[in-house]
């Protein structure tokens, strides 16, 4: 066997750091490529339900012509898996619901079709529907992840803690972390009952941590647990600590199992303090507090909070609720859409399907 030669098996110099530059560039071509092929696709369908819209309305078709559509859509197109009467069922159901056609060019249509079948049948309101839609793209959510944000109401419950962050932070960092927490949290993944003790909670928490992760929302990551702070020689122990990417903060969460008290907020601070003298850096921004209770009142954590002037959150916890019935709907199931589509295909794939 020769030897290789030798304009293969040294490469020049800065060759490494070239060829990096390059698979990067070709990564971002293929991923503009398909977020293009996407969108093609999703105005098509737009446009298929429109047709079926207007030729019903204007020349009194019935329901059928979209079963014999299917036929003879899917004779003439026999590679393409998108022309099932359930499929374009949801195509005259999709353009019903967004008659804009600005809005699937510039907003829902950055999305991929099963992703646009969740908003479809999950939400009737347009208004909710754009906002997950809006939050989809900007947190890049899998549909997986979407259909849980939506069967928690997670944007109705943005940014509804009560907080001091407008008068503890300066803007635009007070908006940021007033959206950043929510109220109620939601930790029915934990399967504890409402006798659970601050301890049970914290363990069980930090065992889930994935699903406590996705429930806090973006931007949020695990510190630790029962982080320890050595103040003159006597230990206090953080319940949670985590960082929040987009803050630049540190978030101390502390837990409480029964109803909240304005004496809780003193802890609260205390800790506070100790974790912007201790462990945040010069980069940091100052350590915000989020105060969790099994119940409030909101006009006594209101009056709690007004004379803090430290950042501090309040907010409540369901450990046991159960998720709202899905909306009813004359539509196919998804998952018969997927059925039909590609005979039980896997969620990307359906999506682009």
């Known amino acids: 066997?020769?030897?290789?030669?030798?304009?293969?098996?040294?490469?020049?110099?800065?060759?490494?750091?070239?060829?990096?530059?390059?698979?990067?560039?070709?990564?971002?071509?293929q991923q503009r490529a398909t977020l293009a092929v996407n969108r093609e696709l999703v105005l098509l369908y737009w446009q298929i339900g429109q047709e079926i819209l207007t030729r019903q309305a204007g020349q009194g078709?019935?329901?059928k012509v979209i079963e014999r559509l299917a036929q003879d859509l899917r004779a003439a197109?026999?590679?393409?898996?998108?022309?099932?009467?359930?499929?374009?069922?949801?195509?005259?159901a999709f353009a019903e619901a967004w008659p804009d056609a600005e809005i699937v060019q510039q907003a829902v249509g950055q999305l991929p079709w099963g992703h646009n079948l969740v908003l479809l049948t999950r939400l009737k309101d347009p208004a909710q529907r754009l906002a997950y839609a809006h939050s989809a793209i900007?947190?890049?959510?899998?549909?997986?992840?979407?259909?849980?944000h939506i069967d928690t109401h997670l944007l109705e419950r943005s940014g509804k803690a009560v907080t001091n962050f407008e008068a503890s932070l300066p803007k635009p960092q007070s908006d940021l972390a007033l959206e950043s927490l929510k109220d109620p949290y939601r930790f029915d993944f934990l399967g504890l009952s409402i006798a659970a003790q601050e301890r049970d909670i914290e363990n069980a928490l930090v065992k889930h941590v994935t699903d406590f992760l996705l429930e806090l929302?973006?931007?949020?990551?695990?510190?630790?647990?029962?982080?320890?702070?050595?103040?003159?020689?006597?230990?206090?122990?953080?319940?949670?600590?985590?960082?929040h990417l987009k803050l630049r903060c540190y978030v101390v969460i502390e837990l409480k199992a029964g109803a909240f008290k304005p004496g809780h907020l003193g802890q609260l601070g205390f800790y506070l303090t100790a974790v912007d003298r201790q462990i945040k850096t010069a980069?940091?921004?100052?350590?915000?507090g989020l105060l969790l209770c099994?119940?409030?009142?909101?006009?006594?954590?209101?009056?709690?909070?007004?004379?803090?002037?430290?950042?501090?959150?309040?907010?409540?916890?369901?450990?046991?609720?159960?998720l709202p019935p899905e909306?009813?709907?004359?539509?196919?199931?998804?998952?018969?859409?997927?059925?039909?589509?590609?005979?039980?295909v896997q969620d990307g794939d359906a999506e682009q399907a």
Request: no cysteine; charged share 20%.
């Open 294 to 322: 099994k119940s409030k009142n909101k006009i006594v954590a209101e009056y709690a909070l007004s004379d803090k002037t430290q950042p501090m959150g309040i907010a409540e916890f369901n450990l046991l609720e159960g």
């Open 283 to 288: 980069h940091d921004n100052p350590t915000i």
């Open 61 to 63: 078709w019935g329901a």
């Open 138 to 148: 900007a947190h890049g959510w899998s549909r997986n992840v979407l259909s849980i």
């Open 217 to 243: 929302g973006a931007g949020f990551a695990f510190v630790g647990r029962q982080v320890l702070l050595d103040v003159g020689g006597d230990e206090f122990f953080v319940d949670l600590l985590f960082y």
């Open 1 to 29: 066997m020769t030897d290789q030669p030798p304009h293969l098996s040294t490469p020049p110099e800065g060759y490494a750091g070239w060829l990096a530059a390059l698979k990067t560039r070709i990564h971002s071509a």
């Open 77 to 92: 197109f026999p590679e393409m898996k998108g022309f099932s009467r359930a499929n374009l069922m949801y195509m005259r």
């Open 327 to 344: 909306l009813q709907t004359s539509l196919p199931s998804i998952e018969q859409i997927e059925r039909e589509l590609a005979g039980g």
